[in-house]
């Protein structure tokens, strides 16, 4: 038997079932949202109502934009799926939610990217940061390339942190930026999961 092709299958085959594992944890991962976003629903309905209410007054869809780009460039600030379920419970309009959030979070990697490839290799504790997270996510950026930002924009893998690294080892900015348009994918569905939620825990 050919070494070569034996080590080519078994890496297709890992190659499949890291895919496989992937889309299994994002499947669960919309799932356990909607049950949250039901329970929320169902049990504190009332107030969430009047913080969402608060927040689309003050702030709107500039909010959520901001919101985004603080959180797609500052890994430790609020979770996406915190401004979709204020989105979600102010009644704001799906598809502008959708825009506003994506290009927030497009621009917000984009800061990432850009802090990865010329900030943090200044630094060192930059470079640890790096090194933390290299062991989890360098390894999808060696195997799938440009389509490791995809999975990264669609997916529970860290887009933030994605971003972080491949502009650390300067993957070109347009194959990122082609592969971050999928973030908009990413809100799209998690707005609809979270609005089924929320409308099924009346």
Do not use: C
């Not at 985004?68 to 939610?97: E, K, Q, R, Y």
């Not at 999808?140 to 390339?145: C, H």
């Amino acid at each position: 038997m050919n070494p070569t092709k034996s080590s080519h299958s078994k890496s297709s085959l890992s190659t499949k079932q890291e895919l496989k594992k992937i889309l299994i944890q994002t499947a669960i991962s919309i799932v356990i949202v909607v049950g949250i976003v039901f329970a929320l629903a169902y049990f504190f309905r009332k107030p969430l109502l009047g913080l969402s209410a608060v927040f689309v007054e003050l702030f709107g869809f500039f909010g959520l934009f901001f919101g985004m780009i603080l959180s797609d460039s500052l890994p430790a600030f609020i979770p996406p799926d915190a401004f979709l379920m204020l989105a979600v419970t102010g009644n704001m309009s799906g598809l502008f939610t959708i825009f506003w959030m994506g290009t927030g979070s497009i621009i917000g990697g984009s800061l990432a990217y850009l802090i990865g490839r010329y900030l943090i290799p200044r630094f060192h504790l930059g470079r640890q940061m790096v090194l933390h997270y290299e062991d989890r996510l360098l390894p999808y950026v060696r195997r799938y390339g440009f389509w490791a930002v995809v999975l990264a924009a669609l997916t529970p893998i860290p887009y933030s942190w994605m971003a972080y690294t491949v502009g650390t080892f300067k993957m070109k900015y347009r194959l990122f930026l082609l592969g971050s348009f999928f973030r908009f994918v990413r809100m799209a569905v998690y707005f609809y999961a979270m609005l089924a939620g929320w409308v099924s825990g009346v």
